[in-house]
C-alpha cells in the first residue's frame, strides 16, 4: 500500500466519523459494499477519481482534503515569493484564547493546490481534540492563502454554515521565526456576531503551559494599542 493510499484512507475515515456516519451509511451514500469501503479507509485499494468525487459529496468536503497536505508546485514559484515562514510548509497550526467557555482553539492548516504563484488553496480544521484525526474538529473552513510583501492573508468560508466567513492577516512573514501573530475576524456562532481576536502561528505544535495561555489572552500592550488606534491590532 502507498502512503498515499494509506493517508488517503485515513482521512476518509477521519471525516466520516466527524459527520456521524458509521460505514454501512456512507457506503450506501456512494452506492458500495461496506466491505468495499473499509478497505479504501484501511488504504488496502486505491480510489478512482469518480469514487473519489462520490466521497467528498457524501462528505460534504472538498475532493482536495481527502488528499494528504502538499507543497506539490512550490517549485513554480520564485523563492522571493514564499515567506520564510511557510516555506517548506504542507501543513501549519495555530491557537486562539476562547473567553466564551475559557479554552484553546487549536487549529490545524492544510495547504494543497497551488492557485497563482502567490497563492495557494488551504483548509482549516478548528478545536480538534487529537492530532491524529483533527478532520474530526467543531469546524471546518477552506478557502486559499495569498502572500505579499509585508502581509500573508488567509480568506475562508465555513464548510458547513457558508455565512461564517472568515479573514486572517498575519503580518511580516517573511522575518525569520518559528512562530508569528495574526489577527482573525470573521464571524462567531455562540452567539453570532461578528468578532477579531488575536491567533498564534506555528510550524509545530506548541507545549501549552502557563506562559504560552497566558500570552494568548489580551496583555495590557494589547488593551493600550486598542485605546491608541480605536482598533484591535497585532505586531
Known amino acids: 500500500m502507498s502512503d498515499l493510499t494509506r493517508e488517503t484512507g485515513k482521512r476518509i475515515h477521519d471525516f466520516r466519523k466527524s459527520r456521524g456516519l458509521n460505514q454501512e451509511e456512507l457506503a450506501s451514500l456512494i452506492f458500495k459494499s461496506k466491505a468495499t469501503l473499509s478497505k479504501y479507509e484501511k488504504g488496502e485499494i486505491s480510489i478512482d477519481l469518480d469514487t473519489l468525487k462520490q466521497l467528498a459529496l ?10 494528504p497536505p502538499t507543497i506539490e508546485g512550490y517549485e513554480e ?6 515567506p520564510t515562514f511557510f516555506k517548506g510548509l504542507t501543513q501549519f497550526f495555530s491557537y486562539m ?21 502567490n497563492r495557494q488553496q488551504v ?6 481534540k487529537d492530532k491524529d484525526h483533527y478532520q474530526n474538529a467543531e469546524n471546518i473552513y477552506f478557502g486559499y492563502i495569498e502572500h505579499f510583501d509585508v502581509l500573508s492573508i488567509i480568506e475562508l468560508v465555513n464548510q458547513n454554515t457558508p455565512t461564517e466567513k472568515a479573514s486572517i492577516q498575519i503580518p511580516s512573514p517573511f ?20 468578532v477579531a481576536g488575536k491567533m498564534l502561528f506555528s510550524k509545530k505544535l506548541l507545549k501549552e503551559d502557563a506562559a504560552f495561555l497566558k500570552s494568548l489572552r489580551l496583555t495590557k500592550e494589547d488593551i493600550r494599542r486598542l485605546k491608541y488606534y480605536n482598533f484591535f491590532t497585532v505586531v
Open 175 to 194: 522575518m525569520e521565526a518559528d512562530t508569528r501573530w495574526g489577527l482573525w475576524n470573521g464571524v462567531s456562532s455562540r452567539p453570532f456576531m461578528p
Open 58 to 67: 457524501a462528505l460534504h468536503v472538498r475532493m482536495e482534503q481527502l488528499l
Open 123 to 128: 483548509a482549516l480544521y478548528m478545536n480538534f
Open 77 to 82: 514559484i520564485s523563492p522571493a515569493r514564499v
Open 97 to 117: 484564547f476562547d473567553g466564551r467557555d475559557n479554552h484553546v482553539l487549536r487549529c490545524v492548516f492544510d495547504l494543497h493546490a497551488l492557485l497563482a504563484p
